[in-house]
């Protein structure tokens, strides 16, 4: 791949500022059979989340009388990236981010209130840009309250990390494969407890606290985006079908 | 004044509070759910029906057992009915309007007090829009029935049943009204407004 | 959930044998369809069409592969269709369903039985050919898949750009061109249900059909690829009955598709 100038003159190559996240759009409501969805365009990621249950689990033996299962499945398009066509199907990569988001929810999702059923997340990457697990989770959120399943806590996730010895916030796919470091990092809304982490690269400790402090900022953002999203399709006499609006 | 909005996770209470819909944490009490906040009440514009003792429901006969009935009423696990509730035999994909009398701790749920409903169709409803469906001491639901002659009953599970004699068509998409606008306040009149041009 | 289905078959039964439709149009009108093209910016060619409350995305991808053995002159044309979980509760997770299968099989015939695309015009150099992949996503299901991913199919090809070639190999995110068509080609779907036609069957409708026959039909107004489902049966009057509403229906298609 061509190298660019990561970061030149206080700016990034795509010319945002150090702290600045790419444009985010987000949509509720986007899909009409799905218990409750949501779609995300994030930079150049589009991601669709559809969410179903809580329903019968099955295979049974998965299911636990202490509360729901949540199952969550990660899934990039094979037309999703600039490359080559994909394979369909789920990689080793896409298997270990549907863990580590399913976590993030089960942590949130009041599962005690419904044993031996399971809550099922659907997440598809129409055309991916870097980030797409932070954009994931936040879209995951929105479809999961869209779907009335009960929730101590919204969750929202970006990705910071280190391009040309400097931390900033939220890389795209040049930045994270060009880069330094690249750290995922999901916070619930209301107390900060930080329930996806995943890093790779190298980054001191005050690196680290700079790039908490970072998230931490764009983590109010981005829920503010959650809750106008949520709020677009409540606070407005819904009529007609849903539609995802790419 | 106007609704605030809820999110999942936005505090309703500082002390703590049972709410259907709640959650309580340190001493105070969190919103789970999309709602509303109105004269500090909340009311839930999104949610997952719970079952609880005394609930009327609408499920239908899913399997024939040994001892009872299978009952299919959109929650995770089938409902049941004891042999020993009914007095007469059920089939397969009877329609049933019953009253929840047992949930146990891992949820399962039995039924009694069966009332068999037939020649009419079922329409979903989301679960929490149920109690505007019924309206204060059913006025709601009064109104529905006298202006369109048909026989209908609400499952709090979120199905609605109504019959194939009366006007079923006027009254389905009175439901529908409702359910898309059960967030507004001066239901009743709107219904009432409706009802009347559409007869 | 099966016996809930099993409640809406005799609904929808008893509602058509009264002369109605479960959403109240005429037997052979079409719901509200949405076409939009150029939705992804990574693919060569992508639509998202709506019919009704299904919503069928379309995606192409150019690549370059080794041509078949039998055919060293000629691009290569896939065609898969993924019914996402996401779409339906009737759809699970895993390796494609027959019904999936069925619906990639179903528009791919259209596009290659119609001779849409010159894939002569597909060949690079010895050994090198472009290899056209054609991806159909069901993001929601209400009945009628196969007409809604036929359409953003065709939207999809129409837009599709050619990458550009240099020293035999891609330039990633660069365009020359666009992608040669020959024709078009648009899919009817007809459902019979009791004895009743019904065009572009909503979910409930097919739950309740007994049998279902598709028609490609061409922009020379011939037929190019026919799929019957179902154990029921279509009388030969009936069979020609749908031929002719289908030529007729093809017009309006075209012109969605057109001037998306």
């Keep these: 791949m061509e190298e660019v100038e990561l970061f030149k003159n206080g700016k990034r190559y795509d010319g945002r500022t150090v702290e600045e996240l790419r444009h985010v759009k987000i949509k509720a409501h986007v899909l009409n059979d799905a218990d409750g969805s949501a779609y995300l365009e994030w930079g150049n990621n589009k991601i669709i989340v559809g969410v179903y249950g809580p329903k019968e689990c099955i295979p049974r033996h998965l299911a636990s009388p202490y509360g729901a299962v949540v199952k969550c499945i990660y899934n990039m398009s094979p037309f999703s990236s600039l490359g080559e066509h994909g394979r369909s199907g789920p990689s080793r990569r896409s298997r270990e981010l549907s863990m580590v988001i399913g976590q993030v929810f089960e942590n949130v999702i009041e599962r005690e209130k419904f044993p031996k059923a399971a809550i099922e997340i659907f997440v598809d990457v129409l055309q991916g840009d870097g980030g797409t697990r932070c954009a994931a989770v936040t879209a995951a959120s929105v479809a999961l309250a869209d779907a009335g399943i009960p929730m101590k806590d919204m969750v929202s996730a970006v990705a910071v990390g280190k391009v040309k010895d400097t931390v900033v916030i939220d890389l795209d796919y040049v930045e994270d494969s060009q880069g330094q470091a690249d750290c995922a990092i999901a916070f619930a809304n209301r107390n900060k407890e930080v329930l996806l982490l995943q890093m790779e690269g190298e980054m001191s400790k005050e690196d680290m606290q700079k790039a908490f402090e970072l998230a931490s900022i764009a983590q109010e953002r981005l829920h503010q985006l959650q809750v106008e999203a949520l709020k677009e399709v409540y606070m407005h006499i819904n009529e007609g079908d849903a539609f995802v609006d790419i | 004044m106007e609704d605030e909005i809820i999110m999942p996770g936005t505090q309703?209470?500082?002390k703590p509070l049972r709410l259907s819909y709640g959650h309580v944490e340190n001493e105070k009490t969190y919103s789970t759910v999309l709602g509303l906040k109105r004269e500090d009440k909340l009311i839930p514009l999104k949610g997952i029906y719970e079952p609880r003792f005394g609930d009327y429901i609408i499920g239908v006969v899913s399997e024939v057992k040994f001892s009872g009935y299978d009952i299919?009423?959109?929650?995770?696990?089938?409902?049941?009915?004891?042999?020993?509730?009914?007095?007469?035999?059920?089939?397969?994909?009877?329609?049933?309007?019953?009253?929840?009398?047992?949930?146990?701790?891992i949820g399962e749920l039995d039924l009694g007090q069966v009332k068999v409903l037939k020649k009419g169709r079922i329409i979903e409803v989301p679960a929490v829009k149920i109690p505007r469906v019924i309206g204060r001491d059913n006025s709601m639901i009064t109104l529905i029935r006298e202006s369109t002659d048909c026989s209908i009953f609400v499952g709090k599970n979120g199905f609605v049943w109504i019959s194939e004699k009366g006007n079923s068509a006027l009254a389905i998409s009175a439901i529908r009204k409702i359910v898309r606008e059960a967030h507004t306040s001066g239901l009743t009149d709107k219904m009432q407004e409706y009802l009347k041009n559409s007869n | 959930m099966e016996i809930l289905d099993q409640l809406k078959r005799d609904t929808i039964q008893s509602l058509v044998s009264a002369g109605k439709r479960a959403d109240d149009r005429d037997n052979f009108s079409y719901r509200d369809i949405s076409v939009k093209k150029n939705i992804l910016e990574y693919s060569e060619g992508s639509a998202l069409v709506r019919v009704g409350k299904s919503q069928v995305l379309c995606a192409i991808k150019i690549g370059i592969g080794e041509p078949f053995p039998d055919r060293l002159d000629e691009g290569i044309l896939t065609t898969s269709a993924e019914l996402m979980p996401l779409a339906s509760y009737l759809f699970d997770p895993g390796p494609p369903s027959d019904e999936a299968i069925e619906l990639?099989?179903?528009?791919?015939?259209?596009?290659?039985?119609?001779?849409?695309?010159?894939?002569?015009k597909l060949y690079i150099s010895e050994n090198k050919v472009f290899v056209v992949y054609i991806d159909v996503y069901v993001m929601d299901h209400d009945g009628n898949l196969i007409d809604a991913a036929g359409l953003?199919?065709?939207?999809?090809?129409?837009?599709?750009?050619?990458?550009?070639?240099?020293n035999g190999q891609i330039v990633k995110g660069e365009y020359e061109g666009k992608l040669d068509l020959l024709k078009d080609v648009t899919t009817h779907t007809f459902a019979k249900v009791g004895n009743t036609l019904l065009i572009d069957p909503c979910l409930d409708e097919e739950k309740g059909m007994d049998a279902r026959v598709t028609l490609?039909?061409?922009?020379?107004?011939?037929?190019?690829?026919?799929?019957?489902?179902?154990?029921?049966?279509?009388?030969?009057d009936e069979l020609f009955q749908v031929i002719d509403i289908a030529f007729k229906k093809r017009k309006e298609l075209k012109e969605l598709i057109d001037n998306a």
């Design chain 3, 216 to 236: 490609g039909i061409t922009d020379k107004n011939t037929i190019c690829a026919i799929q019957k489902w179902g154990s029921g049966s279509f009388s030969q």
């Design chain 2, 12 to 14: 309703i209470a500082d």
């Design chain 3, 152 to 166: 953003a199919a065709m939207a999809a090809l129409q837009c599709t750009r050619m990458p550009k070639i240099e």
């Design chain 2, 72 to 105: 299919e009423m959109k929650t995770p696990y089938p409902a049941f009915v004891p042999d020993r509730m009914l007095r007469e035999k059920l089939d397969h994909g009877e329609v049933i309007f019953a009253k929840v009398m047992n949930v146990n701790e």
């Design chain 3, 104 to 120: 990639a099989r179903i528009v791919d015939r259209g596009v290659r039985a119609a001779e849409i695309i010159d894939v002569k």
